[in-house]
């Protein structure tokens, strides 16, 4: 059972919006701003895509943006594009002994 | 260009040990904690382990604790992860990653498969 809860899975038609959640407790999620989002195509590594509750790295879309309210932040992935059919994990600091959990994971699907 | 190049992975058996590298350049490894992330076939991410950019301190999943210890040789751009008393359920693809501050990663290796099997 991972610390994160998110749905295993998610999906949407090309051009629409899809909004993935991750929730935690007020030890990790919900205490600090260091939550990250990472994208996993198959056979390869995760992406860095959301750090920082909802900043972007360099060459990342603007397509993707985060948030975060109480013990649960989410992933807002608008303009659905083939190309962003994919695993997602969120991550969050959880204190200095856990450090970072991470979420089950969410599997988008586009339509 | 930041590269991250695991090795060591393979096959061992319960009980056994095994040590991972990770071959860093493109960056001021001396810069950057590190951290080593598992993923087991088919499952999602696991946080295994980090080492801040002086090799002072360390952290570990409680799963590892005290199986696994990780260090680093800021002389050779190079993270390790010994692994002992290897269990059925430490079969995973280990990751290296950078840590990009704010507890996030921000470059990733291409993993390395650990599997543990008689």
């Known amino acids: 059972q991972s610390a994160l809860t998110q749905p295993p899975s998610a999906s949407g038609s090309p051009g629409q919006s899809v909004t993935i959640s991750c929730t935690g407790t007020?030890?990790?999620?919900?205490?600090?701003?260091?939550v990250s989002w990472y994208q996993q195509h198959p056979g390869k590594a995760p992406k860095l895509m959301i750090y920082?509750?909802?900043k972007r790295p360099s060459g990342v879309p603007d397509r993707f943006s985060g948030s975060k309210s109480g013990n649960t932040a989410s992933l807002t992935v608008s303009g659905l594009q083939a190309e962003d059919e994919a695993d997602y994990y969120c991550s969050s600091y959880a204190g200095s002994n856990n450090l970072v959990v991470f979420g089950g994971g969410t599997k988008l699907t586009v339509l | 260009e930041v590269q991250l190049v695991e090795s060591g992975g393979g096959l061992v058996q319960p009980g056994g040990s095994l040590r991972l590298s990770c071959t860093a350049s493109?960056?001021?490894?001396?810069?950057?904690?590190m951290h080593w992330v598992r993923q087991a076939p088919g499952k999602g991410l696991e946080y295994v382990s980090g080492i801040n950019s002086n090799g002072g301190r360390t952290y570990y999943a409680t799963s590892v604790k005290g199986r696994f210890t990780i260090s680093r040789d800021n002389s050779k751009n190079t993270l390790y992860l010994q692994m002992g008393s290897l269990r059925a359920e430490d079969m995973a693809v280990y990751y290296c990653?950078?840590?990009?501050?704010?507890?996030?990663?921000?470059?990733w290796g291409q993993g390395t498969l650990v599997t543990v099997s008689s």
């Open positions: 990653a950078r840590d990009g501050g704010s507890y996030c990663f921000d470059h």
């Open positions: 007020s030890s990790d999620v919900g205490g600090y701003e260091y």
């Open positions: 920082e509750v909802s």
């Open positions: 493109g960056f001021i490894f001396t810069d950057h904690a």
